[in-house]
């Protein structure tokens, strides 16, 4: 079994995904980090001491790559760095985990997959909800025929903190993230797609900055993650009475699009940043049923099946799955989707998330935007080449 040696790009926050790896009985470990803040960087490799481990720190990226001979690396690092750090890094043929979303322009997402695609080297997405029991639960009974062909997918996302995570710091300004259709909802029209088996064609939406845009700001902006930690609390209830968001606050705080897929299906996403409760609810409707979750990653989840006529609102399904919380972080999904990073790797299985997943899931959220910002403009989702469209990039080189 070969002994992998890891590095991460983006330390703190979600960079922390990357100590999931450190597995030295398994021959894995994390040997470097590199992040241009000095506290997130001497925090890297103070966790690293607690588990008796020595890793380098380096503040530029480049260095780590061209002197630690890495068999790979996570880059956790913000959305608008993942198109500059994910191809120096494939350009130099070290296989990539790249947390979504993928890029925060279709031209971007397209350039990375070309790059992995040229230089023949392993990546592997970070959309770790295929990794979740209830949607993969999901999957399986809409595989089973249980609820007919599909026709119809809806997704309702409520974000409670949607104020304190995406709205005091660089996510809402949208120059640093497209939409919060990619950093948020990439998630869920991924699993739109997934379920679906299928991929947005046309898509076309409404939406607006409805509460945040005007609420008291801060002057100065807040990049590292560790100054914007402090700040999430469910205290901070109603959104109205709010105060010190970031500066640059433009991206809309509800989302909602229509989505045409390949296959003849019909969905809607629809996202809110103002909600008092949080989770996120799929309706999947098919000619023999449909089915539908109440809660997600939670012990509390279940999945409801109606598969007969009644003519009235049942809240409970003629059959009904209790889906309990794996363990670890998201629902065990996290050590799940590293885990399955690492048997990529050593070439013994290819991901259940794969990059033409990511980039369909952030072109329809891409354009999904820009049709909100146009009036509801319908756009058409260009496909990949098929040489991208039918590439393995789990087996690399």
């Given at each position: 079994m070969k002994k992998l040696r890891l590095g991460v790009i983006g330390t703190c926050c979600r960079?922390?995904?990357?100590?999931?790896?450190?597995?030295?009985?398994?021959?894995?470990?994390?040997?470097?980090?590199?992040?241009?803040?000095?506290?997130?960087?001497?925090?890297?490799?103070?966790?690293?001491?607690?588990?008796?481990?020595?890793?380098?720190?380096?503040?530029?990226?480049r260095e780590m790559i061209e002197k630690e001979h890495l068999d790979g690396v996570f880059i956790l690092s913000p959305d608008f760095c993942h198109e500059e750090h994910a191809c120096f890094a494939l350009k130099n043929h070290v296989p990539v985990y790249l947390e979504k979303p993928l890029a925060i322009s279709l031209e971007g997402a397209d350039r990375i997959l070309q790059c992995a695609y040229t230089n023949k080297t392993r990546l592997m997405l970070g959309h770790n909800m295929r990794y979740m029991n209830f949607t993969r639960k999901m999957?399986?009974?809409?595989?089973?025929?249980?609820?007919?062909?599909?026709?119809?997918?809806?997704?309702?996302?409520?974000?409670?903190?949607?104020?304190?995570?995406?709205?005091?710091?660089?996510?809402?300004?949208?120059?640093?993230?497209g939409s919060l259709l990619l950093q948020k909802g990439a998630h869920d029209i991924?699993?739109?797609?997934?379920?679906?088996?299928?991929?947005t064609v046309l898509v076309n939406g409404i939406g607006s900055l409805s509460v945040y845009g005007d609420l008291p700001?801060?002057?100065?902006?807040?990049?590292?993650?560790?100054?914007?930690?402090?700040?999430?609390?469910?205290?901070?209830?109603?959104?109205?009475?709010?105060?010190?968001?970031?500066?640059?606050?433009?991206?809309?705080?509800?989302?909602m699009i229509n989505m045409q897929l390949a296959n003849g299906v019909q969905a809607c996403y629809m996202q809110c940043h103002f909600t008092p409760d949080s989770y996120r609810n799929?309706?999947?409707?098919?000619?023999?049923?449909?089915?539908?979750?109440?809660?997600?990653?939670?012990?509390?989840?279940?999945?409801?099946?109606?598969n007969r006529r009644i003519d009235c609102y049942s809240p409970h399904g003629d059959i009904t799955y209790h889906m309990p919380s794996g363990e670890g972080g998201h629902g065990g999904a996290d050590p799940q989707i590293v885990n399955s990073f690492i048997d990529m790797l050593r070439g013994n299985s290819s991901p259940e998330s794969t990059p033409q997943g990511a980039r369909y899931a952030v072109a329809a959220g891409i354009l999904g935007a820009n049709s909100i910002r146009s009036g509801g403009t319908p756009y058409q989702i260009p496909q990949l080449p098929d040489e991208?469209?039918?590439?393995?990039?789990?087996?690399?080189?």
């Amino acid at each position: 079994m070969k002994k992998l040696r890891l590095g991460v790009i983006g330390t703190c926050c979600r960079g922390q995904l990357a100590d999931l790896a450190h597995q030295k009985k398994n021959g894995v470990e994390i040997v470097a980090g590199a992040d241009i803040y000095d506290e997130q960087l001497n925090s890297f490799i103070n966790r690293y001491k607690e588990k008796d481990s020595q890793v380098k720190g380096y503040y530029d990226y480049r260095e780590m790559i061209e002197k630690e001979h890495l068999d790979g690396v996570f880059i956790l690092s913000p959305d608008f760095c993942h198109e500059e750090h994910a191809c120096f890094a494939l350009k130099n043929h070290v296989p990539v985990y790249l947390e979504k979303p993928l890029a925060i322009s279709l031209e971007g997402a397209d350039r990375i997959l070309q790059c992995a695609y040229t230089n023949k080297t392993r990546l592997m997405l970070g959309h770790n909800m295929r990794y979740m029991n209830f949607t993969r639960k999901m999957r399986e009974i809409i595989r089973s025929g249980a609820i007919g062909e599909v026709k119809a997918i809806w997704c309702r996302h409520f974000v409670s903190y949607g104020g304190d995570a995406y709205f005091r710091d660089w996510h809402a300004d949208r120059k640093k993230t497209g939409s919060l259709l990619l950093q948020k909802g990439a998630h869920d029209i991924d699993i739109i797609h997934w379920l679906a088996e299928s991929r947005t064609v046309l898509v076309n939406g409404i939406g607006s900055l409805s509460v945040y845009g005007d609420l008291p700001r801060r002057e100065k902006e807040k990049l590292d993650c560790l100054t914007v930690a402090g700040v999430w609390s469910t205290d901070h209830w109603p959104p109205m009475e709010q105060k010190d968001f970031s500066p640059n606050v433009n991206n809309e705080d509800i989302n909602m699009i229509n989505m045409q897929l390949a296959n003849g299906v019909q969905a809607c996403y629809m996202q809110c940043h103002f909600t008092p409760d949080s989770y996120r609810n799929y309706t999947v409707i098919g000619t023999k049923g449909r089915i539908e979750n109440f809660g997600d990653y939670s012990d509390s989840c279940t999945i409801q099946v109606w598969n007969r006529r009644i003519d009235c609102y049942s809240p409970h399904g003629d059959i009904t799955y209790h889906m309990p919380s794996g363990e670890g972080g998201h629902g065990g999904a996290d050590p799940q989707i590293v885990n399955s990073f690492i048997d990529m790797l050593r070439g013994n299985s290819s991901p259940e998330s794969t990059p033409q997943g990511a980039r369909y899931a952030v072109a329809a959220g891409i354009l999904g935007a820009n049709s909100i910002r146009s009036g509801g403009t319908p756009y058409q989702i260009p496909q990949l080449p098929d040489e991208l469209e039918n590439y393995d990039f789990s087996g690399g080189n």
